[in-house]
């Protein structure tokens, strides 16, 4: 699977709207792009996936780039519980294959 | 959504015993589950890929005599870390992936410390 590239930590103000940004620049045109989270000592959690066009849930919303080199997970209003490692993480459409996790964004939220 | 239940989700056991990790989805049939494994401020690492009704798949560097993978069911997956060392102390987490849709959806994690 393609590899992604993300910031070590961040920092965002309660209430205020955060964006994870995610390089990866060799995505192939059948990758999704995945993104996880996963708060202290639990198991990571979905947040959003997208191919192509901007995707929006009640989490978040997944910004991607026209050239699907880049993309960038927005969280409208960040709470205090919203501070947790985000994965941003690429797979093939169909793939049966594991989740492969890099070293992640580690977002803290500051009240 | 889909729910994947892992249990315990901890535990403290004594050197040289065995410690046996459930795994199940609990809505949906997983023909696929995968094991892996978090040390302090690291990201996961995959230790092995179970199918179903047949041998695990091990990564490099993980002992499958040591780690005991069963996936006999559709719904549920054990890994049992056997002959416990405290350096097997970590966080172990479950995957399981839908077949229908491929996501894949994780256990709340165990955390495993040898004493």
């Known amino acids: 699977d393609a590899k992604t590239t993300q910031p070590n930590s961040m920092e965002s103000n309660e209430e205020e709207p955060v964006h994870l940004p995610c390089n990866h620049s060799?995505?192939?045109?059948?990758?999704?792009i995945h993104w996880y989270r996963q708060l202290p000592s639990q198991g990571p959690e979905y947040v959003i996936h997208?191919?192509?066009s901007n995707v929006n849930n009640r989490m978040a919303s997944l910004a991607i780039a026209e050239d699907r080199k880049s993309s960038t997970l927005i969280l409208h209003r960040a709470t205090l519980r919203d501070a947790a490692v985000y994965y941003c993480i690429l797979q093939n459409s169909g793939s049966a294959r594991q989740l492969t996790f890099g070293s992640g964004t580690q977002l803290t939220v500051l009240p | 959504g889909a729910v994947v239940s892992q249990h315990p989700s901890r535990v403290i056991c004594k050197s040289g015993t065995s410690v046996k990790i459930e795994c199940r989805s609990l809505d949906f049939q997983a023909t696929t589950m995968f094991w892996y494994r978090q040390f302090p401020k690291k990201s996961l690492m995959l230790m092995a890929t179970?199918?179903?009704?047949?041998?695990?798949?091990?990564e490099q560097g993980v002992e499958k005599d040591k780690f005991l993978i069963n996936h006999a069911s559709l719904t549920l997956s054990t890994l049992t870390v056997t002959s416990a060392h405290p350096e097997d102390s970590s966080f172990y987490i479950c995957?399981?992936?839908?077949?229908?849709?491929?996501?894949?959806?994780f256990g709340q994690g165990t955390r495993l410390t040898v004493v």
């Open positions: 997208g191919l192509t």
């Open positions: 179970s199918n179903e009704g047949s041998k695990a798949t091990y």
């Open positions: 060799t995505i192939s045109g059948t990758d999704y």
């Open positions: 995957s399981a992936r839908d077949f229908r849709t491929t996501e894949a959806f």
